[in-house]
C-alpha cells in the first residue's frame, strides 16, 4: 500500500496539523432571553442551563461570558401576554425592557456585539412573526412595523439587525430605512434561509411565543428544499445583507454547504433550542456522553460551512476551553 491515511491519524499532533476545521470562541453567537423586573433568574425547563434574565443579571452573565471569549450575544425578549397585541406595539414603546437592555449592554461592556431580534413574534397576540388577518400573515405592512423595529434597536445601541421573521423584501426596507436615518454601520444579519421546522418548540417555551392558531408554513421554508435557499441566500444578498443565516443547524448542514458554494458573505447559522434540548435530554439520562456530542456537532456545523453558529452552548463550551 502506497497510501495509507492512517498515518495522518497517529498521533495527536499529526492529527492537528491535518485537522481541516477549527472552532474558538470568536465563532460563536450566545442567545440570551430577557424578561421585565429586576433580580430575575428563571430556568426555562425544556433548556436546561438556560435561563430568563432581567437586566441586571443578564449583564453579569454576559460579563461572566466575556471572560471566557465569547463577545456576541443575540437577545430576546419574553413578554407578558397583557402587553401582545395584533401590531406587537410594545416592540416600539420608548424605552421598553428589551431597548433599555440593548443600550444597557453597549455601555456597560463596549466591546460586546450585540444582536438583536427583528419580528412580531414576541410580542405578537396571535403569535405570528407578522400581522395577521382573516387568518393570514400580511407581508408588506409587517415589513413596516419590522422597519421600525430595527429603527428602535438601532437606536438602542444594536450592533447587529437579526430579522428572523422571513416576510418577503425586509431585508432591502431594512437597510434604506438605517441608512437613511444614519446607521450606515448597523449590520444585518439575515435569517435567510429559516425552516417551518419542529426543532423550535423549546424557544417557543422560553418566550411563551407559541402561534395561537396555524403553524409559520406560509413564511418560513419547507424543510424539503434546498435549491429554494439559494433564492432567497440571491436576494437577501442584493438587498444588502452582510450576513446570511441558515436555521435550524443540524437537519440542515447540506444548506450550509450550498450557500457556502454560491456566496462570498460569511454564513451564520443557528442551532437552535430543539438541537440543544435533545442533547441535554440523552445526556441527562446517561445515554450520550454530552460534551462530546456537543463538541462534535459545533464542529460538523462549522465544517460544513458555517464562519459563526448561535448556540445555546457557547457559554459552556468556552467554560470548559478556558478551564
Ligand atoms: C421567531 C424565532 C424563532 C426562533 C428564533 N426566532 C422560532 C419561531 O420561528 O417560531 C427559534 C430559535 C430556537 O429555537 O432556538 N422569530
New binding site residues.
Partial sequence: MLSRPRRNRKNDAIRSMARETSLGPQHLIY?LFVTDGKKIKEPIHSMPGIFRYSTDLLLKEAEECMRYGIRAFCL?PRIEEKLKDKTGSFSLRKNNFYLRTISALKKELPEAVIMT?V?L??YSSDGH?GIVEDGKILNDRTVEVLVKMALVQAEAGADIIGP??MMDGRVKAIREALDKKGFQDVSIMS?TA?YASG??????DALD???KFGD?KTY?MDPANAREALREAKLDEEEGADFLMV??ALSYLDVISKLKDITTLPLAA?N???E?AMVKAAGMKGWIDEKKVRDEILLSIRRAGASVILS?FAKEWARDQAR
Fill in positions: 442567545p430576546f431580534d419580528a413574534d414576541p412573526d428572523s421573521d435569517y429559516k426543532f423550535y418548540g423549546p424557544f417557543r411565543s407559541a402561534p409559520k418560513q436555521k435550524p443557528y437552535v433550542s430543539g440543544y445555546y
